[in-house]
């Protein structure tokens, strides 16, 4: 993770399941690391570590997602980095944005995570089944009344 967040120059989020864990939801168990970053950052990224992208793995639903992507797997667990993330919605290809994060110290290094309604927002979003089913893993927050 240090040495990816050094390479990176924008903004950048890890996002899914990795996250979730990270924001404390429990009995979420990742497969990978996904993480939210800039085209340019993920083209740097590929380059420094070209020698361990999974060059045999596609990600699923390709008409439903674009990015400049890349799995790396010469870390504990595989990550998966999505430069510029687009999602095909009725209105077309709309990049995906996080609008409200938080920050946590992994090893030494700031890493950016949307916040918990944030993140639901993000899965709800991309609505495949096991998005939805993350998605209602996140608590509600609890509605304040509105005093009159």
């Known amino acids: 993770m240090p040495q990816m967040a050094r390479m990176f120059c924008d903004p950048w989020w890890i996002i899914g399941s990795a996250a979730m ?18 085209r340019q950052d993920a083209l740097r990224l590929r380059e420094a570590w070209k020698q361990y992208v999974d060059t045999t793995y ?3 639903d390709e008409t439903r997602f674009r990015s400049t ?25 709309q990049a995906v944005r996080v609008h409200d994060d938080m920050r946590i110290d992994i090893a030494g290094i700031a890493v950016r995570l949307p916040m918990l309604e944030e993140q639901r927002r993000i899965l709800l979003a991309f609505g495949r089944g096991k998005d939805l089913d993350k998605a209602a893993r996140i608590p509600v927050p609890p509605e304040h009344p509105h005093v009159a």
Do not use: K
């Open 58 to 60: 596609r990600p699923a």
């Open 21 to 38: 864990v990270l924001a404390g939801v429990p009995g979420i168990v990742p497969q990978d690391i996904d993480v939210l970053c800039s």
């Open 69 to 93: 992507f890349a799995r790396f797997v010469h870390l504990p667990m595989p990550v998966e980095v999505m430069g510029g993330l687009e999602l095909m919605t009725e209105a077309g290809w």
